[in-house]
């Protein structure tokens, strides 16, 4: 009896590829889902640090900036509380005002600001 020549895999190339598949499907998968954590992690860090900022920007326009504590506002991030300390500088007409989130770990958020 003559054997034809059969065309296709045997079992052990194909449990060779599917643990192949599963090693790297699985790789990728985990790797997807540090992207997608940590992407979300620094958009809310940007998207305070941009409220923050724009705060302090549109204090300056109202040009009457005073120490205060507790200031909540609203922002995408959620609700966000800090203080605002104005110190002197060697020039008498330019202030540096420090922004200091008060519920989280970071650091303050300085901008100078020329009183009119």
Known sequence: MKIKNLKGFTLLEVLVSLTFVTLISSSIYLMASFLIS??????????????????????????????????????FSGDLIFSIRKTNTPN???????????????NSIKSYWRKK
Do not use: A, C, V, W
């Not at 640090?49 to 302090?56: A, N, V």
């Not at 008498?92 to 970071?106: C, D, G, T």
């Open 38 to 75: 940590s992407t979300e992690s620094i958009s809310n860090n940007y998207l305070r640090k941009l409220s923050y900022k724009s705060y302090i920007e549109r204090l300056k326009i109202h040009n009457d900036i005073n120490n205060q504590n507790n200031i909540k506002i609203r922002s």
């Open 92 to 106: 008498k007409k330019i202030y540096l005002l420090e922004l200091m989130p008060n519920n989280s770990k970071e």
